[in-house]
């Protein structure tokens, strides 16, 4: 069973940024693409950005531009910068490798001043 373990959140003012990692127990990417969701209080869990096995990356329209996913596959860990970070980005952030459906589980993101 792989683990993937979230780490990188913490409480951060309006416009200031955070680095989150994913760090997998085991080499997945080869068959997983990577990506991040994140839930807000009260809402429901939301897609936020994605990395094919190719290396390819999506983003959700709402962190497009700001926030940017990469991986490093020597160290099995993917990475989610986000920068210019708004209240409305807080929420618990979710490391998930697909389609072996693998979830972390969670890191708090708290946007406050």
């Known amino acids: 069973q792989v683990q993937l373990v979230e780490s990188g959140g913490g409480l951060v003012q309006p416009g200031g940024s955070l680095r989150l990692s994913c760090a997998a127990s085991?080499?997945?990417?080869?068959?997983?693409?990577m990506h991040w969701y994140r839930q807000a209080p009260g809402k429901e869990r939301e897609w936020v950005a994605g990395?094919?096995?190719?290396?390819?990356?999506n983003y959700a329209d709402s962190v497009k531009g700001r926030f940017t996913i990469s991986r490093d596959s020597a160290k099995n860990t993917v990475y989610l910068q986000m920068n210019s970070l708004t209240p409305e980005d807080t929420g618990v952030y979710y490391c998930?490798?697909?389609?072996?459906?693998?979830w972390g589980q969670g890191t708090q993101v708290t946007v406050s001043s």
């Open positions: 998930h490798a697909s389609p072996m459906d693998y």
């Open positions: 085991g080499s997945i990417f080869r068959f997983n693409a």
């Open positions: 990395i094919t096995y190719g290396g390819t990356t």
